[in-house]
T-cell receptor
Framework: AQSVTQLDSHVSVSEGTPVLLRCNYSSSYSPSLFWYVQHPNKGLQLLLKYTSAATLVKGINGFEAEFKKSETSFHLTKPSAHMSDAAEYFC????????????FGAGTRLAVHP | DTGVSQDPRHKITKRGQNVTFRCDPI?????LYWYRQTLGQGPEFLTY????????KSRLLSDRFSAERPKGSFSTLEIQRTEQGDSAMYLCASSLYSGRARNEQFFGPGTRLTVL
């Protein structure tokens, strides 16, 4: 079975400092992994996706993530946090076999302080 | 706006009543998914359609839940005899499935259901 574990339920950073949101995955196959962001009262938005191409994936708004098979990790990073980055972030694995349904982690709430 | 739309955005109902939600996917997308998100949790898969065919249903989808996608366009999710445990955000997503490609799912804003 495929699953993801987000290691932190809450992360708090100061504006201008780096962001690290941690995610470990479990998959029997070569996984497709995603990070989605959810702002209050808004829909889920795709930040970036890994689908077995380059292991370092760049996304929108300066976010990037690195797929590390040896560590079964897909951590999300950003060099410098903005106030507008405050939101809920979900690490997601796509179930293989044609279904393409998504399995979400429990989420990490990112707070950004001035 | 050509994204995924959902209606209504909010629904308050009394326990035991029936409710129906609608999802309009991106027009050229052949796959449509329903997810449920409870407070403090990530979304959980409920069911999905490829065109008009419902191909998989989660164990979360009790017999009080039914979903349809007539003509492979919009979809409806009906909950009969609502219970307080049904209170959640119901999310719809759509994607363009083409063989082995693992295409992005685009999400709607969700319908927030509150059962009193």
């Amino acid at each position: 079975a495929q699953s993801v574990t987000q290691l932190d339920s809450h992360v708090s950073v100061s504006e201008g400092t780096p962001v690290l949101l941690r995610c470990n995955y479990s998959s029997s196959y070569s996984p497709s992994l995603f990070w989605y962001v959810q702002h209050p009262n808004k829909g889920l938005q795709l930040l970036l996706k890994y689908t077995s191409a380059a292991t370092l994936v760049k996304g929108i708004n300066g976010f990037e993530a690195e797929f590390k098979k040896s560590e079964t990790s897909f951590h999300l990073t950003k060099p410098s946090a903005h106030m507008s980055d405050a939101a809920e972030y979900f690490c997601v694995v796509m179930v293989s076999g044609g279904y393409n349904k998504l399995i979400f982690g429990a989420g990490t709430r990112l707070a950004v302080h001035p | 706006d050509t994204g995924v739309s959902q209606d209504p955005r909010h629904k308050i109902t009394k326990r035991g009543q029936n409710v129906t939600f609608r999802c309009d996917p991106i027009s050229e997308h052949n796959r449509l998914y329903w997810y449920r998100q409870t407070l403090g949790q990530g979304p959980e898969f409920l069911t999905y359609f490829q065109n008009e065919a419902q191909l998989e249903k989660s164990r979360l989808l009790s017999d009080r839940f039914s979903a349809e996608r007539p003509k492979g366009s919009f979809s409806t999710l009906e909950i009969q005899r609502t219970e307080q445990g049904d209170s959640a955000m119901y999310l719809c997503a759509s994607s363009l499935y083409s063989g082995r490609a693992r295409n992005e799912q685009f999400f709607g804003p969700g319908t927030r259901l509150t059962v009193l």
